[in-house]
Structures are given as C-alpha cells and as structure tokens.
C-alpha cells in the first residue's frame, strides 16, 4: 500500500467505528428516549453522517465536479445520490429512517475501492517487478578508477564493468571475465546462463557469480532494457474489444439506469400505487445494485493481469487487443530461419569449380556477407577465419530473399541462392546435398557452391506439439530457402504445411491467403525474427517477434515479443491469453447476472439497500479476486 492508500484506509476504519458506534446507539433505543419521535430521525441522521461524510468526501467532490463538466454518469455519481437520497428520507420523519443505509453504501463502496486500487496496484507492481530490471548506474573505468555514470551517458563500444549481484546495465559482449547471469527477470528462465568472452549479454539479466567486463554494442535507448520498458508503458493503451466494449457500456448503461430508478421512484407513487417514501427508497437500492463497477474495474485489471502474468514468462504483449486475439488463434504459420531454427549455419560442404581454391570461394563470400544482418551471413562470415578487409568491399547490396552483392577488390562478387543467379543471368549448377546452397559468382563466373546447414531449435518440435495440443488446427511453415530442406525441417518438426523458396513479398501473400480463409472470429498468427519479414508480422492478426536475437525492426513491428526466442513460449502465450479470456467472461456474466437478479428483487420491493451494498461491493470483490488469477502463470 502506498502512501495515499494508507491515509484513505485509515479514514475508512475511522468512518467505519463511528459508523458502528451510531449503529449501536440507534439500535438501543436510546434516541429515541433522548429526543423522541420524530426528533431521534434527526438525530439519527446527524450521526450517521459524520462517518458518510468522512469516508465520502472526495466521491461527493468527484460526483459534484463531473456534473459540473457536464460528463456526470458514473460511479461517483450513482453512489452520491443513491446515499444522499437516503439520507433525504429525513424529509419524510413519519417513515422508518434509513440514515445507517445512507452512510452504508458509502462507507461499503469505499472498502470497495480502495481494495480496487491496491489491486491494481499490485498487479502493476508485478509488471514492475520485472521491470526492476532497469540498472541505475554503470561502472565505466575513467582514469583507473571506477566510476558509476548514467547508462544514457555510455556510448557504443565502451567497456562497463558488472560486478556480482549487479545487473548488466546496456547490451554488449562480454570482453573478458566469465560468470553466470539469472535472466530469469526477463525470460522466466529459471537455469542460469554460463557466459564466458565472445558471449552476447543483454541488458537487465542479473550477473551472479564472476566480474564481467562487457563491451558495449548499442547505446542504453537501443538496449533490451529501455526497449521493453517502452513497450510496457505503451501497453496499456491497446484496448481489447472487451475493455472497450465495457466502457461503453458504462456509458450507456449508467444514465440508462439513473433514468430507470427516476421512473420506479416517481411514476407509482403519482398513479396512486403506494406511498412516495417507498418508491423513492426502491428507486434508491435500484440505483446501487445497478453500479457497474465490479465490470468497469475488474475487466481491465484482468487483462492488466494476463499481460503481467504473460510478461514473467519472458513474453511482452503489446495490448490486451493481442491477448484477446491471441485468445483465438487457430493458424501459427512460422517463418523457418532463426525462428524454427536456430539461424546459427554450419558450412556442411565447400564444392568449387575445378581449378579453384575453396578456400578463394569462402573467401570471396565472407567478404561480400560482410555488411549483411541475415543469419546466413554471420554463419558465413564466423565459418572464415582469415581477416576481413573492410577496405577492400564496395558497393555490398542485399537483395533479400536471394542473397547478396559487392564489389571485393575490384571484382564483382554474387553470393546467394539459384535465384540470384538468374536474376543476374549468372552461371551455376545444383547439388545434390540436402541443405541451404550458397552460389558464388564472381565477375560473371561461377566459382562453387557452400552447402550450409542450420539445426532446429531444441524446443521447436515442443513448441508444435504444444500447438497442436492447445487446440492450434494448423502449423504452417514459409521459408525463402529450398522445397527439400522445407521439407526435412517440416517433417522434423511435424508441421502440417510447408511453402518454399518464397521471396519476402510472398510471404505476405501466403500470410494473406491463410487470413482470407480463416472462418470466422479465428486468427492467424505470424512468427518471425523481422530479417526479412517485418512486413509478414504487421500482416498478420497477431505479429510474433523473436526478441533476443530478432532485429529492432521485428520488434517493432510485432504485438507480442519473446524474449528468449524460443517457440515453445507461444503455446504459453496463448494458454495465458485464454485463461485471461476466461476470466474476463466469467465475472462479465458473473457481475451482470447477480446484478440483474439484484436489479428485478428491488423494483419489486424484494431487495432492501442492505442487500443491494453487500450485492456491489461482494460483487466487486469477487470479480476482482478472479481477476487477479489471471496473473499467476506457470513458470517452467
Ligand atoms: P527464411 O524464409 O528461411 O527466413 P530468407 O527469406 O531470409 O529465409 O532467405 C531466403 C533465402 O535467400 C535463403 O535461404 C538464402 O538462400 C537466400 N539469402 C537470403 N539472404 C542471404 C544472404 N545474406 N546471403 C546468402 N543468401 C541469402
Ligand atoms: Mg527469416
């Protein structure tokens, strides 16, 4: 509880006493011998609204400002009139008083929202706590000493020092020590990762045993950390269509039901069906059944919750709009390298063309790779172990979905698949090995062939299994890379559909194809890494980004981030999202059906405002409980 909580339960328990105090002073008679009737109304009235008033304050405030922005109907308004029109019974001294239901619904529906307000602070503080991961300072060695500096301040390339139980406060590479780092605050990964030099370390993982240095690679805006707390704040504003369908109808529901507690109060008593004070009073307990809170609160905070809980197992959702669609996925459709696979290619095979040294060929294409991000051509470059002369290259031009070309000292160098070539008109003949071809062309002459290969992630046939089993009809798989390594990956993995050698433009056709046939209100969900499908993930009903390893790209483009890469969090992601779904439905119907139940006993008389307190603020306490389940996960 914060500060301003504490003040405002304190007020409560205060209101609360005295409350119970008058209650017993009523009960006992004792007004009544003291000032007779109908001077003990008056009393009565008197004490009870001491308590109202202090625990009521700042609802009546609110209710009396949003009149005078001429925007009225909502909680505070409804609770303001159904308590002041109690107490207005005083006008009717000859009936039985009703201060003590008057300062009720106030005092009950301030309990209410106060443990509303702890809620929702709580499940943010979940978010939080995984956002705890923003470091406040880095240790940067200026002059022989260490000195803590701002991580805005460091600059790309910078070696910062991380010391046990610190955590690593901007991307980079470890340049000398070796340890292990909990990443748990960022993939729900409990194991700890050994981290020795050469190794990639992201920001916010929490260095645990040895002293890294760690050689910056980005700046502290472009770090996973900033990244993530960005997303974060940002989520809260995509509204799913429940959440937004909720807040409407508050909108029209609230004056719907101010109207409806008018009529019930004045329309019998005017065509002579009873005594005002009894209509009056039943339009009253009309008006605090019919407050919708328990909706209004507790629908978002579900979602609020899924997306917290979602966010511990290293998955960010970007909006409870994605939660929700998630919810109805029955497509996964995978992009094959660095999302299947682990995009990490070992060179299975050098065949050049006789006569020429395969080593000029690796050679040549670890020098045109040089200025590419594709996994390819990473793998190409680490497989070379001479030097690379940046010097050297010239003009280097990825053509993506077919490879890439430069100039290599003066000479013009193609590196890519059997399309590259025909495209340039260039020379070239297949292999038989099953695996990713790599042509090499220079100056208009073949020169041979990489064979290169990838492995498939150790979770990725999980993750389909897992797919399949939460109820996902299909698994579909595109690749730019050839029909028979499609097919041996597919078949590995157990995908039911496989579409090869496309180019980045037919994958969104094929995304397209899948989308206009899906049935209705079922999505279709893209995952990629964003090399070459950023445009697929903004298709797609829901964009799925690997985050470690993805580029910045797919991460902007995608609704939901997976920190760890792996595929196997997706089926966890959407066992989060339908849970979450679940929960929102159930205290939807849950709240309407008591309320309306609530609703028919008081127009008949049959519910007192007593039951219609306990009904709202139970009501709203049980929602919310519900919600807060959506919250707590599974961690593996
Ligand atoms: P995927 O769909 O499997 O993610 P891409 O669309 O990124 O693959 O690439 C498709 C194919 O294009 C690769 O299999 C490769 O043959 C060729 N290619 C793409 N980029 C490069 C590159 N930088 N160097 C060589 N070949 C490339
Ligand atoms: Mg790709």
Redesign the pocket.
Known sequence: MNKKQRRWRNRIIVALVIFAAALAVEQSGLLATLFGTPGDVYASFALFFVPYLIAGYETLLEAAHNIRRGDPFDEAFLMSVASLGAFAMVFFPQTEPHMAEGAAVMLFYQVGELFQSYAVGKSRKSIAAMMDIAPEYANVERGGVLEQVDPAEVTPGTVVVVKPGERVPIDGVVADGTSQLDTAALTGESVPRHVEPGAEVISGCVNMTGVLHVRTTKPYGESTVARILELVENASEKKARTENFITRFARVYTPAVTLSALALAVIPPLAGLGAWPDWILRGLTFLVVSCPCALVISVPLSFFGGIGGASRLGILVKGSNYLELLAHVDTVVF?????L?S?TFNVVAIHPETGVDPDYVLSM?AH??SF??????LS?RAAYSGRIDAEKIGEAR???????SARVSEHLVL???D??MAAHGAPWHDCDLTG???HVCVDGKYVGHIVIADVVKEDAAAAIDGLHAAGVRRCVM?????QD??EAVATQLGIDEVHA????ED?VSAVERLLAGEKDGARVAFV??G???APVLMRADVGIAMGAMGSDAAIEAADVVLMDDKPSKIAAAMRVARKTMRIVWQNIIFAIGVKVLILVLAAFGLANMWLAVFGDVGVAFLAILNAMRAMRVERD
Do not use: F, M, Y
Request: proline content about 4%; aromatic content about 0%; charged content about 25%.
């Open positions: 992009d094959k390298t660095g999302t696979t995009g294409a045109a790779e590419s991000d594709h996994p390819i051509a190409v990825e053509e993506s979905g077919h490879g890439v590196v890519g698949n399309k590259l990713t071809i790599l595109l690749t730019g890379d050839r390594v499609a050698q496309l180019l980045p994958k990629g890494d090399i070459n499908d």
